[in-house]
């Protein structure tokens, strides 16, 4: 069984830093592209960042140069360090990665931006 678990998610001030990490355990021959989505109160989950197993990064616009991706291959794991962050920066956020040739999706970790 192929799991994602998140973590690293809280409360926050405007103008705060989290960093969220999400390890993959279980039976894995591979992993391919790992990422992050959230998902804001009444809007559509939305890509934030994206990883390919090559280390391609791809940001959404209202992130960049607040945020980075990173992976470590050997501990199957992703992270997103999240930097500047603002109230619209509030959502559950999401770790997805193609592991097995499967998308997985983890439980949602709940990141809130306030004073």
């Known amino acids: 069984q192929v799991q994602l678990v998140e973590s690293g998610g809280g409360l926050v001030q405007p103008g705060g830093s989290l960093r969220l990490s999400c390890a993959a355990s279980g039976m894995i021959f591979s992993i391919d592209s790992m990422g992050w989505y959230r998902q804001a109160p009444r809007k559509q989950q939305e890509l934030v960042a994206a990883?390919?197993?090559?280390?391609?990064?791809n940001y959404a616009d209202d992130v960049k140069g607040r945020f980075t991706i990173s992976r470590d291959d050997a501990k199957n794991t992703v992270y997103l360090q999240m930097n500047s962050l603002k109230p619209e920066d509030t959502a559950v956020y999401y770790c997805?990665?193609?592991?097995?040739?499967?998308?997985?999706w983890g439980q949602g970790t709940q990141v809130t931006v306030s004073s």
């Open positions: 997805n990665a193609v592991i097995n040739a499967k998308v997985r």
């Open positions: 990883i390919t197993s090559g280390h391609s990064i």
